[in-house]
């Protein structure tokens, strides 16, 4: 009967995905089958630790964080959890051999989130970027090369900097709530001038550089994830784009989004490139 929970465990996680990102969850569905389930629980986990730190207001966050972490090092050690995240989670770190060393980072970052408010230089900036969103690329990352180590120190570092662009587009897009009610600022640049013309440009530009830099990573992805991955690219090029466009005053006041038929017509732009091999 362990099979069925297992089974249940990352369908859980799939839930999680859906529930809490259209965007993620339409581009994990154009991943191989074989791999769907690994990513759903890699989010899963990651989600739930976000949730901990920017939801739960409540709460004891620290002591449910501390939890969090310590439920998932008994179901390392154990082999099994009772909390179907974690569990699935467990099973996708076994094996794909996803380091613990990512993971640490990330529980890391997620800590940061508990007790510093403001990333006041660039090195702070970066660090949090690193745990909280490049070491999640690098796990999947570990599941999209099945094994490959060569492949993956190949792509390690491209993985980083579109894992770094995400983040730091989505900390563009949900500027407002993360300023207004998390009263965090993750940018550096916008500490002196409280997010104006100015650093919204370096930070685009920042971005736009790290795209630049992450397609040839995209260009070597293994046919079972490259699809996924440049429609994540795209969309988030796209969202990136809009924000360029968007004054800095008009974003600290509303979230932008790619519309519906937008992402509809991307994810038939990285079809056809995909199809017609036109990345190489």
């Known amino acids: 009967m362990q099979n069925l929970f297992d089974k249940i465990s990352f369908k859980t996680s799939c839930l999680v995905t859906r529930s809490y990102s259209t965007s993620f969850s339409s581009a994990v569905r154009l991943l191989d089958r074989g791999i769907r389930d690994a990513i759903c629980s890699i989010y899963g986990f990651v989600r739930f630790a976000d949730e901990i730190v ?31 995240v974690l569990n699935s989670f467990q099973m996708t770190v076994r094996k794909y051999g996803i380091p613990d060393n990512l993971i640490q980072a990330f529980l890391t970052s997620m800590k940061t989130d508990l007790i510093k408010q403001n990333h006041n230089t660039k090195s702070e900036t970066a660090e949090y970027i690193y745990g909280s969103a490049e070491v999640v690329g690098l796990m ?8 490959n180590e060569k492949l993956y120190n190949e792509l390690e570092a491209p993985a980083k900097r579109l894992g770094s662009a995400f983040q730091k587009v989505n900390f563009l897009r949900d500027i407002q709530d993360d300023t207004k009610l998390l009263k965090r600022k993750y ?18 530009e920042d971005v736009e550089e790290e795209f630049e830099d992450a397609i040839a990573g995209i260009k070597k992805l293994p046919n079972n994830s490259q699809l996924g991955v440049l429609t994540a690219f795209y969309y988030y090029r796209k969202l990136l784009g809009i924000i360029r466009k968007t004054p800095a005053e008009k ?3 509303q979230r932008v989004r790619v519309p519906d038929f937008i992402k509809l017509s991307l994810l038939a732009k990285a079809y056809i490139v995909c199809k017609l091999n036109l990345l190489k």
Do not use: Q, W
């Open 251 to 253: 974003l600290m006041k």
């Open 54 to 84: 920017d939801t739960f207001h409540e709460y004891d966050k620290k002591n449910l964080l501390d939890k969090f972490e310590n439920d998932y090092y008994d179901s390392i050690r154990s082999g099994i959890s009772l909390n179907p």
């Open 187 to 204: 940018f550096h640049n916008s500490i002196a001038s409280d997010f104006d013309e100015k650093a919204k440009k370096e930070i685009v």
């Open 140 to 147: 999947c990352l570990r599941v999209f090369v099945l094994g």
